[in-house]
């Protein structure tokens, strides 16, 4: 090989080394921003579900755990008290003017008391609290399934999604909120929890009621619960993503 | 002799003491850069997603007060601010780098990894979570694809697996390597004992091993399978695990650098192109198998 090919390759592959790594380093921040690089990245979620759902039985239930296991300092993540003023004063009161709206694409749309969850038939579940961030956290939790809460205002066959509608407020004026499908909102691990290691619900972890999710990560568990509807799609709400943090980017399937 | 690969190139050609043989197939070569581009991606987008609790623990849960590993930044008593990793009980200043080093901006911010080793570069879980959980398929796509097609090809047999010489020869092998005198001639077109189990240990033990810890991080494959949970001890233990692999695919990835370099980049550079790998067959040499 001649000394002049044997240069030019060699500033070939330093070229392309270098291409590579300033595409690597440069090139993938710049496509974090782009929308549509986005939406290719975000659409692997669809993928990651369907093959759960493959792979992991509807009612396949997430561990449950023992007393021992319970974490001394259950770790609180988000809002730890709504700068809310209807919310505060509910919460002055011992909610007990709280009421949970329930409609939407519902046969029998109703409004719950604190009392009239509480009267309802109970589970307590010992389950692992995943956070987005890394950490897990054991806690015991008690509250009715969803699945019951729903067969008191029967959904209608069009309903796809349960949204979560919260007292919490967010940047730019907006409320927590989040969405479940139908699949997840039927799971006996999904709770509307009122309580916590046998305790009231303390505000920092919800109160008065909160979303309990066995098999998805924390966000998706919707804190100070106001409002339940049932839809056909989320799209209308918020920026169209189903929740909050969806909103900001996060994956709407969260049991990865 | 065995050859190095299923297909030989058409007659091998003798040029001035070399002859070039065909080092790796096609296929060979596009899942090389394949995996090595979605590797870097999963490595720097996973470096992302630790900085969002940047701290490791053993068994289920986390216990906050006792990590095993953790970053951050700690003031001193003359405001001066430092970046301290702790590791079981050992502390390290580690300012600049981890716990404590420049933001995009420019100003120190505390966070685990720095900025030039995360994707993206700023603090952007759910960005960082969405590169991850993309490449993640191509990733395991392109895993199976170079398994089987190892299998079926006789790849694996004929070049990764270790022949009895190959054993005989280990600590020969491993003592030439210290002193950075690589095969050459024939020996050259074959890999080595150690190069044999180095490839086999990451494709067989460390790659499975990072995708179960991976998939044990999630909580609906916990529900369909809980001996995940079993094998590794836990969630947390298993995110340690994920960690840990993620670093020994890095030091894998940093010795195959190194051994590139030192045993003839160009020609190690052009047979993952071109697949042209030259053989010096000239009896003296500087134990280099090439050099342009």
Same mark, same amino acid.
């Given at each position: 090989?001649?000394?002049?090919?044997?240069?030019?390759?060699?500033?070939?592959?330093l070229?392309?080394?270098?291409?590579?790594?300033?595409?690597?380093?440069?090139?993938?921040?710049?496509?974090s921003?782009?929308?549509?690089?986005?939406?290719?990245?975000?659409?692997?979620?669809?993928?990651?579900?369907?093959?759960?759902?493959?792979?992991?039985?509807?009612?396949?239930?997430?561990?449950?755990?023992?007393?021992a296991?319970?974490?001394?300092?259950?770790r609180?993540?988000?809002?730890l008290?709504?700068?809310?003023?209807?919310?505060?004063?509910?919460?002055? /009161?011992?909610?007990?003017?709280?009421?949970?709206r329930?409609?939407?694409?519902?046969?029998?749309?109703?409004?719950?008391?604190?009392?009239?969850?509480?009267?309802?038939p109970?589970?307590?579940?010992?389950t692992?609290?995943?956070?987005?961030?890394?950490?897990?956290?054991?806690?015991?939790?008690?509250?009715?399934?969803?699945?019951?809460?729903?067969?008191?205002?029967?959904?209608?066959p069009?309903?796809?999604?349960?949204?979560?509608?919260?007292?919490?407020?967010?940047?730019?004026g907006?409320y927590?909120?989040? /969405?479940?499908?139908?699949?997840?909102?039927?799971?006996?691990?999904?709770?509307?929890a009122?309580?916590?290691?046998?305790?009231?619900l303390?505000?920092?972890?919800?109160?008065?009621?909160?979303?309990?999710l066995?098999?998805?990560?924390?966000?998706?568990?919707?804190?100070?619960?106001?409002?339940?509807?049932?839809?056909?799609?989320?799209?209308?709400?918020?920026?169209?993503n189903?929740?909050?943090w969806?909103?900001?980017?996060?994956?709407?399937?969260?049991?990865? | 002799?065995?050859?190095?690969?299923?297909?030989?190139? @058409?007659?091998?050609?003798?040029?001035?003491?070399?002859?070039?043989?065909?080092?790796?197939?096609?296929?060979?070569?596009?899942?090389?850069?394949?995996?090595?581009?979605?590797? @870097?991606?999963?490595?720097m987008s996973?470096?992302?997603i630790?900085?969002?609790?940047?701290?490791?623990?053993w068994?289920?849960?986390?216990?906050?007060?006792?990590?095993?590993?953790?970053?951050?930044?700690?003031?001193?008593?003359?405001?001066?601010?430092?970046g301290? $990793?702790?590791?079981?009980?050992?502390?390290?200043?580690?300012?600049?780098?981890?716990?404590?080093?420049?933001?995009?901006?420019?100003?120190?911010?505390?966070?685990?990894?720095?900025?030039?080793?995360?994707?993206?570069?700023?603090?952007?879980?759910?960005?960082?979570?969405?590169?991850?959980?993309?490449?993640?398929?191509? &990733?395991? +796509?392109?895993? @199976?694809?170079?398994?089987?097609?190892?299998?079926?090809?006789?790849?694996?047999?004929?070049? +990764?697996?270790?022949?009895?010489v190959?054993?005989?020869?280990?600590?020969h092998?491993?003592?030439?390597?210290?002193?950075?005198?690589?095969?050459?001639?024939?020996?050259?077109?074959?890999?080595?004992g150690?190069?044999?189990?180095?490839?086999?240990?990451i494709?067989?033990?460390v790659?499975?091993?990072?995708?179960?810890?991976?998939?044990?991080?999630?909580?609906?494959?916990?529900?369909?399978?809980?001996?995940?949970? @079993?094998?590794?001890?836990?969630?947390?233990?298993?995110?340690?695990?994920?960690?840990?692999?993620?670093m020994?695919? &890095?030091a894998?990835?940093?010795?195959?650098?190194?051994?590139?370099?030192?045993?003839?980049?160009?020609n190690?550079?052009?047979?993952?192109?071109?697949?042209?790998?030259a053989?010096? $067959?000239?009896?003296?040499?500087?134990?280099?198998?090439?050099?342009?």
């Open positions: 090989m001649s000394e002049i090919v044997s240069v030019r390759r060699r500033r070939l592959l070229g392309l080394g270098a291409g590579a790594g300033t595409l690597l380093l440069g090139g993938c921040d710049r496509l921003n782009l929308p549509q690089a986005q939406g290719v990245l975000g659409s692997a979620q669809w993928l990651t579900r369907a093959a759960q759902r493959t792979l992991v039985g509807r009612d396949a239930l997430a561990p449950e755990y023992t007393r296991d319970i974490a001394p300092v259950f609180a993540n988000g809002t008290d709504p700068e809310n003023a209807h919310y505060q004063a509910l919460a002055a /009161s011992g909610f007990k003017d709280w009421r949970l329930i409609d939407g694409l519902v046969a029998r749309p109703r409004e719950l008391s604190l009392d009239d969850i509480r009267a309802m109970a589970q307590t579940q010992i692992r609290h995943d956070c987005v961030e890394g950490w897990s956290c054991i806690g015991q939790w008690t509250g009715p399934m969803l699945r019951d809460v729903l067969a008191r205002v029967v959904p209608k069009q309903a796809r999604y349960v949204m979560l509608f919260c007292a919490d407020p967010m940047d730019g907006s927590y909120y989040e /969405s479940i499908d139908m699949r997840t909102a039927a799971h006996p691990q999904t709770l509307l009122y309580e916590l290691n046998g305790e009231t303390p505000i920092r972890y919800g109160a008065p009621l909160r979303l309990r066995g098999r998805q990560l924390g966000y998706k568990m919707a804190k100070y619960v106001m409002h339940i509807q049932l839809v056909s799609s989320y799209r209308p709400f918020g920026r169209g189903g929740g909050y969806e909103d900001q980017g996060y994956a709407w399937y969260a049991g990865i | 002799m065995e050859p190095a690969t299923a297909t030989l190139p @058409a007659p091998e050609r003798a040029v001035g003491g070399r002859i070039f043989i065909l080092r790796h197939s096609r296929a060979v070569r596009i899942l090389h850069w394949v995996n090595f581009l979605t590797l @870097a991606i999963m490595l996973g470096l992302q630790f900085n969002a609790h940047p701290a490791l623990y068994g289920t849960s986390s216990d906050f007060p006792r990590p095993i590993l953790s970053m951050g930044a700690m003031e001193d008593n003359q405001g001066h601010t430092w301290v $990793t702790t590791v079981g009980s050992h502390t390290f200043v580690t300012t600049g780098v981890l716990g404590w080093s420049k933001g995009s901006d420019g100003t120190y911010v505390e966070r685990g990894f720095p900025t030039w080793a995360t994707l993206p570069g700023p603090r952007w879980l759910a960005m960082g979570r969405a590169w991850h959980f993309f490449f993640a398929w191509i &990733l395991v +796509l392109n895993g @199976a694809v170079y398994v089987t097609l190892g299998i079926l090809s006789g790849h694996l047999r004929r070049d +990764l697996w270790p022949t009895r190959d054993w005989q020869r280990l600590g092998t491993l003592i030439e390597h210290l002193r950075l005198r690589f095969p050459r001639g024939d020996e050259a077109r074959r890999y080595n150690i190069q044999k189990l180095s490839y086999l240990f494709v067989f033990v790659a499975p091993l990072t995708v179960l810890t991976g998939l044990t991080m999630s909580p609906t494959m916990d529900a369909g399978w809980p001996w995940l949970l @079993a094998i590794f001890d836990g969630r947390q233990s298993a995110r340690s695990l994920h960690f840990i692999c993620a020994t695919l &890095l894998f990835f940093l010795v195959h650098i190194a051994m590139v370099v030192l045993s003839g980049l160009w190690n550079l052009r047979s993952m192109i071109t697949g042209r790998y053989i010096d $067959t000239t009896p003296t040499g500087t134990g280099r198998s090439t050099h342009e």
